[in-house]
């Protein structure tokens, strides 16, 4: 089945359960060489849209396509043949090495006694190399990590030589070291074999790093689509996600949690990144703080800004003006105490060093963070 850029798609489509619609209008296209990636709140209608498009759950309206074949009325095989399926839970062989679970993904070809050809076996060798399990061939699946069963789930899948994958939040229960090599592997192999991706993901960050196109759903429809660069803001996350605590933060594509209410009692001297770790300490102990002198464009600021509402800004590429200097010395002689994360001073954020001095003069400045 040839078809071109256009890989799967579907127009007019409402899901759901019965007749109780719970994604209803949705419409979209995933093309070779690219990752398309449902994300939105829990309950939203990601999986059952997923379900949908891999014919598990026939669609309350609309069509889905193959290529530009309606996939209404085609069998298993042939689809088996044309798209690949990672859903979380799916499969839980038991008693089979993980050889031979990568090895069901040639069923679709082996004709109706399953015997695999020497082809079918170098296709298997080759995908359990690509994604990087050949070393568990012999274990036994059911006796694997979560980390470990994903991988070579995803060789299963690779090893179908589907021209679409669909995957439900495949990094679920992994740690970060298994999440990004599962992404990684991913990403790796869309590139190498042209393959089209759709995936929901919970975890934003990674989502904003992987995709090519994204979908948000939420209240039972498409709400926004378009590129990483244009969802992935604090204000349009927040709205996606109903953050009524915390904010998201683009520049480190993770949230933020909430200020901490209350007049300042620390002052912190921070800069180039210096400062990220101590606001977080402080608000995990809720203690209230100011911070500065820090320049708009300074790495620090998305969560200093975030965390505290007490913070001073200087524009970037110029001397720190006496006005901000005087609003961090007030600051200095009303908190009880002031940290300095930052080690170097240069020509510009001179006055900080001197911040220090005069933090120092006072007895109020801590060097062991363990104090505050």
């Not at 019965?18 to 093309?31: P, Y």
């Not at 969560?303 to 007490?310: Q, V």
């Not at 901000?324 to 010395?329: G, I």
């Not at 801590?366 to 505050?372: F, P, Q, S």
């Amino acid at each position: 089945m040839g078809f071109g850029g256009r890989q799967l798609s579907a127009e007019g489509l409402s899901v759901g359960y019965g007749k109780k619609v719970v994604l209803s209008g949705a419409t979209l296209e995933v093309k070779a060489g690219q990752v398309v990636t449902l994300v939105g709140p829990n309950g939203c209608g990601k999986s059952t849209l997923l379900k949908t498009l891999i014919h598990q759950l026939g669609p309350l309206s609309g069509t889905v396509y193959l290529g530009n074949l309606s996939m209404e009325g085609m069998g298993s095989m042939e689809i088996a043949r044309n798209m690949s399926i990672l859903m979380t839970g799916h499969v839980q062989p038991e008693f089979l090495t993980c050889r031979e679970v990568v090895e069901m993904g040639r069923y679709p070809y082996t004709g109706r006694f399953g015997r695999l050809s020497k082809e079918d076996q170098d296709i298997v060798e080759e995908s359990m190399r690509l994604v990087q399990v050949e070393g568990l061939s012999d274990a036994q699946f059911s006796r694997l990590s979560d980390g470990q069963k994903q991988r070579v789930l995803l060789a299963r899948a690779v090893c179908q030589k589907p021209k679409i994958l669909v995957l439900d939040e495949p990094t679920s229960y992994l740690d970060i070291n298994y999440k990004m090599m599962l992404l990684a592997t991913l990403k790796k192999l869309v590139k190498e074999q042209h393959l089209a991706v759709i995936l929901s993901l919970h975890d934003l960050d990674l989502a904003e790093k992987i995709s090519d196109h994204v979908l948000c759903i939420k209240d039972g429809k498409v709400d926004r689509e378009g590129r990483p660069q244009d969802i992935f803001t604090g204000e349009y996350i927040a709205k996606l996600f109903d953050l009524e605590e915390g904010s998201f933060q683009p520049s480190s594509g993770s949230v933020e949690m909430g200020k901490v209410e209350g007049e300042p009692k620390v002052f912190v001297i921070g800069g180039t990144g210096s400062g990220i770790p101590v606001y977080r300490m402080l608000w995990r102990r809720q203690v209230p703080f100011a911070a500065g002198i820090l320049f708009e464009n300074d790495i620090d600021v998305p969560t200093a800004c975030a965390l505290s509402g007490h913070v001073i800004l200087e524009e970037p590429f110029r001397p720190i003006s006496r006005q901000a200097v005087e609003k961090a010395e007030k600051w200095i002689r009303s908190c009880e105490k002031v940290a300095c994360p930052l080690e170097s001073f240069g020509p510009y954020n001179e006055p900080c060093r001197r911040l220090r001095e005069m933090a120092r003069e006072s007895r109020k400045l801590v060097t062991d963070l363990d104090e505050l």
